[in-house]
């Protein structure tokens, strides 16, 4: 609904629109996305972050597409996945349009709210052990979901037993009657990712789900969530400090650094041919199997703390390519293509 | 499971055994070695002659060993006979039986007081950062710090006194009269131990309230009165009931101090009486209560904890 209600939100400039709250219409993207999120700023009393922790970040999702959100700690990545379920510290202001479906959820009420999170979007977190309350039962947990959206006692246990063996549970019904405890991190992360499909939803945010399991588990984790994403047409959102994880299962890719985002691409091309220094940095500190590959090399420096707000670019000071200019004048995302990418150096071919 | 249970049911058990025969010991002791001597004291200053002087001194086995002393004096508790009170020349079973249901009252009154606004301050606190927070902070910081002979003293000149809304002293007769008279006491009593259950129902449901699994519940539309009651409130249950459990017994001997106030003839009482006339084995049961009562108190509240966070085992064994 509401086509262009603001002014510069719908300009569809395919080449060099500057505007940070480009929606870009992507490859595959319908004429709405499930997900718009549009000149997203969010601030945090100046006692807290001197700079804002969002600042006029733009993203969508489309129906059945999986788009990578990747960047350091600190980077906003998780912050920006959550103010999609309009969970937002008490304190933040914020600016700018998180559209649901064309809903905007910055503007809901507490039942608009609950009604999104109930039916539409549904969010797995990073570790399963302190996402479910551990003093109740598993099928407490999952029956929750369920019976706040109506369902009776029976059908919400009918309902999560199906959901569980969906996830690949054995004896689900015995599963039910368990505390999480006694549960390992790869199985209590599926209970997790059983308990999101609860309510159907269109749109997945997985906040960093395999970060907290070992190896194995994560690959069996994100499998799990590829298969029913592709069964139940779910857009998903994937947050992730992992590049190669999220070029391998992602269709898209942003790249956040510092409340900003930097670069955004399909995942192939950006993982072949990264634009920005900050992308192609966090490339480079990623370990290879390869025998031929060099050696990860770690960016210097470290992120940009919420205390300091740098002028310009936040990466210059990391930056090997940085010159005075950058930081004095902080860059635009630009647009061209699929191709948006925030460095002034950008088309100056310093990356190979 | 359940051998476990049994197991450490047993272990408890044991353990409350030996606590208690410590504890008598120390009290039997404790009151033998106070200066003075009881048959002085049995007779009040009065003269007296050589020969009822013997007769006292034997009837309470004055003139055994202190060990033997002991060894009969703990024979007979063993046998449910605490003998008899010195003052009174009257069963100290009897005794304590005629005035527990009193004090028992006053007991049950005040820990309903200090659940209701205890724990009422404590989630309002917590749910309320800011204004409110700030003033249930102040409030709860000033009654802990008022004993409870203050309080008492200060309901009774407003209440009593200058108003005269409730009666000042006695126990009162029937359920409701009861509930008149006992309504001060009960208040100065749970003064200091609801600012203390505020306080610590207030960290417990900050602690929790920060936890992921409760942003988890949000994020699934979860009412919030829900998330707060399944989630916040019923996990910070652990410490709320422990410090619940120690109130038990410390209000108990409170009493003590309030009865005297507003002048209740209760356990209280007769334990300041006894103390006074040096009635040692009044002294020596009131005691020998008190301890059983919390070790009890304990007991139940160990019991209870694997039922409110089932991550705790018995006797902590391993998984």
Known sequence: MAETTTSTDMSKGKNKSTAASSPAAGPGGSAEPLLDIQGLTLRLPASAAARPILDGIGLHVGRGETVGLVGESGSGKSVACRSVLGLLPRTAETEGAVRVNGTDVLGLDKQGLRDMRRNKVAMVFQDPRASVNPMRRVGAFLTEGLRVRGLSKADALARAEQLLEEVGIRDPKGALRKFPHQFSGGMLQRVVIAAALTGDPELLLADEPTTALDVTTQAEVVGILQRLQARHGTGMLFVTHDLELAAAICDRIYVMYAGRIVESQPAADLFARPRHPYTAGLLASTPRLDPDAEPPKPIPGRPVSLAEAPTGCAFADRCAFAEDRCRAEAPPLVTQGAVSVACLRADEGILP | ?319
Do not use: C
């Open chain 2, 1 to 319: 499971m359940n051998r476990n249970l049994l197991r450490f049911m047993l272990g408890r058990v044991v353990g409350l055994v030996l606590v208690l025969l410590a504890t008598s010991f120390v009290v039997f002791s404790a009151v033998h070695l106070a200066p003075g001597d009881p048959v002085t004291f049995l007779m009040r200053g009065r003269p007296i002659t050589p020969a009822a002087r013997e007769a006292i001194t034997a009837q309470y086995h004055l003139d055994e060993p202190f060990l033997k002393q002991y060894w009969m004096w703990l024979t007979d508790v063993l046998q449910g006979d605490f003998g008899r009170s010195v003052q009174f020349r009257q069963d100290i079973g009897d005794l304590v039986m005629q005035k527990l249901p009193l004090t028992g009252f006053l007991v049950g009154y005040a820990m309903v007081l200090i659940l209701v606004v205890g724990m009422t301050l404590g989630v309002v606190s917590a749910l309320r950062p800011g204004f409110v927070d700030k003033l249930v902070l102040g409030w709860t910081g000033f009654s802990i710090a008022i004993p409870s002979y203050l309080a008492g003293t200060m309901l009774a000149s407003v209440f009593v006194v200058k108003l005269g809304w409730f009666p000042g002293f006695g126990g009162g007769e029937g359920f409701t009269d009861r509930l008149w008279h006992l309504t001060l006491p009960a208040i100065a009593l749970a003064l200091t131990f609801a600012g203390l259950l505020a306080r610590v129902t207030r960290s417990a449901m900050l602690d929790e309230l920060s936890r992921e699994h409760v942003e988890v519940a949000r994020s699934r539309g979860v009412p919030e009165g829900q998330v707060i009651r399944r989630h916040v409130l019923r996990n910070a249950l652990g410490p709320i009931v422990t410090v619940i459990g120690t109130m038990v017994a410390s209000l108990l001997v409170a009493t003590a101090i309030v009865e005297q106030t507003f002048s209740i003839k209760g356990i209280g009482s007769m334990l300041i009486g006894a103390v006074t006339a040096k009635d040692f084995p009044v002294v020596q049961a009131l005691t020998l209560l008190v301890v059983a009562v919390f070790l009890v108190v304990n007991l139940i509240v160990d019991l209870l904890q694997p039922l409110i966070d089932p991550r705790v085992t018995l006797g902590g064994d391993k998984r």
